[in-house]
Structures are given as C-alpha cells and as structure tokens.
C-alpha cells in the first residue's frame, strides 16, 4: 500500500460545480498535511497547508481526519483556470515529504 | 527574485552517459530536496538535504548521488544513465532544518530523456 493515496481522476465537473477530493495516508504519527496544485508541465505549486481544526481560503476549504488518517480539498463554484492536477503531500518525522500520485480536474464551460 | 532555479530545462543522454543537474535557490533556505517524477507516481524523494554540509537518501536514491555545494546549491548526479531513469526532476527547497510545516518551493523541472 502507498503511504500517501489519491484517486487519480480526472474529475470532469462543470464551472460553477462544487468538488472534493480525499487523500489518504498509512503513517498515522504523520505530522502536517498540505494541498498542492501542479498545472500541466509546470512544477508543483504550495495550494494550502492543512490545518487540525480546517481552513479555508476563498473557494479552497481543506480538512484534516486524523481518526480516518485522510486528508480533503474542497472547491466550490469551480472555475475553468481551476483545472490543474491537485497533489496532497504529508510530513512525516525524518524531514520527508510525501506525496501522493494526483487528482486530475478539469472544469468544463 | 528567481527563487528556484533548475539547469538545464531539457537533456537527452544515451544509456551509460553521465551529467549533473544544477539546482539554486536564492531565499536564503536551508533545506534542498531532489524529486523525480513519473506519470501517476506522483512526486518520489531521491535525496534531500536539510542543512548545509549534509545529505541523506529519500525514497529512490539508487542510480544517484548528490552535492550541497554550499547554501546555495545542491546538485543531482546520474553516474550512469538509465533508460528507467527517465523523468521530470524537481528541486525543492524550505526555510528550516526539519521542514516541518513549512511549504516547499519548487524550481521548473528537468525533463531527462535517457535513450
């Protein structure tokens, strides 16, 4: 089993659609939790942290289920320029990253 | 402020040949990470070094080594190429010692072809 797993997708959603995703991890002593968003050939850019309580910002709104050991991005009112593939990547002790394989959306007019 | 700055963009190497991939980061940052990435297999770790003067292997350092030359730069080195060592490479770097909660910035990427 990978330690970090997505659904690969691609999630096919209509603008102005609402869509999550779930990403789950193994080690349960993992310590902090991040969204990142990586368009096509481009590198991996920092989306949102994860935080224990959930945040949100704007559209974006992330939790974190320790008892489940996943983690959630939600979009809401999705935009064409929020297709892009979305990476969740976990921190565990040892100073490594990990991520997870990607979620491929893609918003249609 | 460049920030992240890989070289090159883009090399084609036949099996068995050598090179060196060239990573700089101009933040100051203390931690500087090597990835490789493969369709579906998302991000994998090859090396990382979280301060200056060390290295340690991540999840797929066979077929590589690295140098932190100094704050500044950290290289990946393939001292024989093979064909399943094509990939996008990414380096990475973060402020602090351990990484922690602190985001990672990623330089462009090297696509590496290896025939």
């Known amino acids: 089993r990978k330690e970090v797993e997505q659904d690969p997708g691609p999630f096919n959603v209509p603008e102005g659609a609402t869509v999550a995703f779930n990403c789950t991890y193994s080690?349960?002593?993992?310590?902090?939790f991040f969204w990142y968003r990586q368009d096509c050939r481009k590198e991996p850019k920092l989306l949102m942290s994860?935080?224990?309580s959930g945040n949100e910002d704007g559209r974006f709104t992330a939790q974190l289920n320790r008892a489940s050991q996943y983690i959630s991005l939600l979009i809401r009112d999705s935009k064409l320029s929020d297709s892009a593939t979305y990476l969740c990547?976990?921190?565990?002790?040892?100073?490594?990253?990990?991520f997870g394989g990607g979620t491929r959306l893609m918003v249609k007019p | 402020n460049a920030g992240v700055t890989q070289t090159p963009k883009f090399q084609v190497l036949k099996t068995g040949q050598s090179m060196t991939l060239q990573c700089a980061q101009d933040m100051n940052h203390n931690s500087m990470y090597w990835y490789r990435q493969d369709p579906g297999m998302g991000l994998r770790l090859i090396y990382y070094?979280?301060?200056?003067?060390?290295?340690d292997k991540g999840e797929v350092p066979n077929g590589y080594n690295v140098s932190r030359l100094n704050k500044r730069e950290f290289s990946l080195r393939l001292e024989s190429a093979a064909p399943s060592q094509t990939s996008v490479y990414f380096c990475?770097?973060?402020?602090?010692?351990?990484?922690?909660?602190?985001?990672?910035?990623f330089g462009d990427g090297t696509r590496l072809s290896i025939l």
């Open positions: 990475a770097s973060t402020r602090g010692v351990s990484g922690g909660n602190q985001p990672q910035h």
């Open positions: 994860v935080y224990s």
């Open positions: 080690n349960s002593a993992s310590q902090s």
């Open positions: 070094s979280a301060s200056e003067g060390t290295t």
């Open positions: 990547a976990v921190f565990n002790a040892g100073n490594m990253l990990t």
